[in-house]
């Protein structure tokens, strides 16, 4: 076996040497960038700046634990923080460091952070308007936990705008059912108040940051809770027969059902892991799911306990009759599908592991191609470049299936799908198009 090996690897160089084989000693290298990254999923060319603004939301109301007793809520004027991610002049400045302190029930506060490439307050690039995307985080969640998704997003030319939702802390069962309550009424709400203000000031030029905004293409990005309000904000009307939708007080359910009537100009729809399609606690009939007429990109993992993959996110996608739509799913991935990759204590509480990581996939490869889809698809819904469908409508629904035939020994040192390689999926390097599906359904006529 041994003679086999070493024969093996003098005839490898004997044909690396005669230049019968294409082969590079050296390995690809993307400056700042992991080389495994998909195509779409690195830095596009613009320069980052990083500004926060706060909103005031107006005649909102609170459930509080009377309320939940009694019906009768508390009025409670909301004030949220946006970080807005843009194009800005490239120049020198200390870059964005994200921090933020995570408190779990009856543990110790832990602070995770992340480095960021945006410069905090970078002057503007206004020489053309750019699309803007919302982003809505989930349950628990804060503005900077996709803040590489954002910056991405951003380096590609857009204007990228994630709410700080600031839910309710949770100290205990009551507070988490109350700080729940809240949520299932304010995403949905948080976005089309906030998504409304930050399109008056791209109409009134108040702001430096919406003197950018192309306000005729505007995207809605949610993760989990904020999927399940995102779907509303994009034309599904709430059914609240079920619970724990039908426990939500009358005053909020009116405001819920009045705000769904006012339609937000969203062209595109992009939801992580979506919560309120799972059977026991479904948010919308399918006739309601039918409304929404933009395009959709949904993201999920096919083991996901929390949203229930199998009757719950699939049921979504499968009665969005009235889009034209797009599934991908990670396969053997649960339900933390996208976020930063966080450094986290290896003697650490498990608590903020479970709340960050995946089991099966590691983080920052989730990132690299959630990063590589969403930007292919906001690019084809709102910036219509029909190219990028190439990117999106793969070759085979499992990426396992992916052919690209070499030669004995050949070395493709990084290289990517393209034209070339059709049976392949564009955009990444061989083998490495694995354990992924990708599903499309065309709107019904």
Request: aromatic fraction near 10%; charged fraction near 20%; hydrophobic fraction near 40%.
């Given at each position: ?6 024969a ?20 690809t290298?993307?400056?700042g960038?992991?080389g ?5 999923g690195?830095?596009?060319q ?49 870059t ?7 408190r ?20 503007t ?11 809505s ?68 030029g ?45 005053t ?35 006739d ?66 479970e ?65 070339e390689q059709?049976d392949?999926?564009?955009?990444f ?17």
């Open positions: 076996m041994r003679k086999r090996i070493i093996a690897i003098v005839a490898g160089t004997i044909l690396v040497g005669g230049g019968a084989v294409a082969y590079v000693a050296s390995p290298i993307h400056a960038q992991a495994e990254t998909p195509e779409l690195r830095l596009g613009y320069s980052i700046g990083v500004h926060v603004k706060s909103f005031a939301l107006e005649d909102r109301t609170k459930i509080t634990t009377w309320g939940a007793l009694s019906g009768n809520l508390t009025d409670a004027n909301r004030e949220l923080s946006v970080r807005f991610w843009y194009p800005a002049k490239a120049g020198e400045g200390e964005a460091k994200y921090t933020h302190i995570m779990p029930p009856g543990k110790d506060p832990v602070t995770i952070s992340t480095q960021g490439v945006a410069v905090p307050d970078a002057e690039v206004i020489d053309q308007k750019y699309p803007l995307v919302l982003m985080h989930g349950f628990g969640g804060w503005d900077t936990q996709f803040s590489n998704l954002a910056e991405q997003i951003a380096s590609h030319g857009y204007i990228v705008a994630s709410i700080n939702h600031a839910d309710m802390p949770i100290d205990g069962v009551t507070s988490f059912f109350l700080s729940f309550g809240n949520v299932l009424v304010d995403r949905t709400l948080d976005q089309r108040q906030i998504l409304t203000q930050i399109l008056e000031d791209a109409q009134s108040s702001q430096a940051y919406a003197a950018q905004i192309d306000s005729d293409n505007v995207g809605l990005i949610g993760y989990s809770m904020g999927g399940y309000g995102a779907i509303a904000s994009a034309g599904a009307f709430y059914d609240f027969a079920n619970d724990p939708m039908s426990n939500i007080p009358e909020a359910r009116t405001a819920m059902e009045d705000a769904a009537q006012k339609p937000l100009p969203i062209k595109s729809l992009v939801t992580f892991a979506p919560w309120g399609g799972q059977p026991d606690s479904r948010a919308w009939t399918a309601s799911i039918s409304k929404i007429d933009k395009p959709v990109l949904i993201i999920a993992g096919n083991q996901d306990d929390v949203v229930n993959y199998e009757e719950g996110v699939k049921w979504l996608f499968e009665n969005m009759t009235g889009s034209d739509r797009y599934m991908l799913v990670y396969r053997e991935a649960r339900h933390n599908i996208v976020g930063n990759e966080f450094d986290i204590d290896t003697d650490g509480d498990f608590t903020t592991a709340f960050l990581k995946e089991p099966v996939w590691r983080s920052d490869r989730l990132n690299a191609i959630n990063q590589h889809f969403v930007t292919a698809f906001l690019d084809m819904t709102l910036k219509g470049d029909a190219s990028k469908a190439d990117y999106l409508d793969v070759p085979t629904v499992n990426s396992n299936d992916s052919k690209w035939p070499i030669g004995f020994g050949e070395q493709l040192n990084g290289k990517m799908a393209d034209s059709s392949h999926w564009k955009g390097q061989r083998r490495w198009a694995v354990g992924l599906e990708m599903h499309r359904m065309e709107k019904k006529q």
